[in-house]
């Protein structure tokens, strides 16, 4: 049986992509937030991305780059899961 009163030896990789992507979106909403209170209209997130220049592919290759792991890793996740169950499916009506 597992001890409740021992902390675990690693967070899975799932929990932390989770927390990354919650600080992200609040992070966003608070600087939005922030921008608007200031200056009273949204900011332009492409014409911020364009000043960077040619630093601007960068960014949105990285920015692509996380959405595709994080829809693979949805989709893999998904796939497993409903492996599982139909598993679990077939046991019990083999049994």
């Known amino acids: 049986m597992k001890n409740i009163n021992?902390?675990?030896d690693d967070w899975p990789l799932g929990n932390i992509l989770w927390f990354a992507v919650l600080v992200w979106f609040s992070s966003s909403?608070?600087?939005q937030s922030a921008y608007i209170a200031i200056h009273g209209l949204p900011y332009d997130a492409v014409s911020m991305l364009q000043s960077l220049g040619p630093?601007?592919?960068f960014v949105l290759f990285l920015e692509l780059s996380i959405w595709g792991?994080?829809?693979t890793m949805g989709y893999v996740k998904f796939t497993?899961?409903?492996r599982a169950r139909s598993n679990a499916a077939g046991h019990v009506l083999g049994a």
């Open 6 to 8: 021992q902390a675990p």
């Open 29 to 31: 909403l608070l600087s």
């Open 55 to 57: 630093f601007y592919y």
């Open 80 to 82: 497993r899961a409903r």
């Open 69 to 71: 792991g994080l829809l």
